[in-house]
């Protein structure tokens, strides 16, 4: 069973950045393909961005291509997304999230439910 635990969250000004990790527990991750998520109050979670477990290919939400990149390292077992050029509408709670499916189709990377496991979330914050 892996373990997430989110951190790297806080309040930033708009235009300002941050860089979320994920430090991640079990053997497992570093086969995993690994998503980041993020849920605004009062409104459903969505995708943010996913990576393969070699880093070799991401997938963004159209909302933040260009300004969040994803990226993993395997030997610390985190995965991290840098934030840049940060919006009011970057405000929720984001969450990292694992499948350990050898086999996952690229079109269900931005899909919640197919994710195994979950962390529990880190608040980001952005004044406007």
């Known amino acids: 069973q892996v373990q997430l635990v989110e951190s790297g969250g806080g309040l930033v000004q708009a235009g300002g950045s941050l860089r979320l990790s994920c430090a991640a527990s079990g053997r497992t991750f570093s086969s995993s393909t690994m998503g980041w998520f993020r849920q605004a109050p009062g409104k459903e979670r969505e995708f943010v961005a996913a990576i393969s477990w070699s880093s070799g290919t991401t997938k963004y939400a159209d909302s933040v291509k260009g300004r969040f990149t994803i990226s993993r390292d395997n030997a610390k077992n985190t995965l991290y997304l840098q934030m840049n050029n940060l919006e009011s509408e970057d405000t929720a709670l984001y969450y990292c999230?694992?499948?350990?499916?050898?086999?996952?189709?690229?079109?269900?990377?931005?899909?919640?439910?197919?994710?195994?496991?979950w962390g529990q979330g880190t608040q980001v914050t952005v004044s406007s």
């Open positions: 999230a694992g499948h350990v499916s050898a086999y996952f189709a690229y079109t269900d990377w931005s899909s919640r439910g197919a994710y195994d496991y």
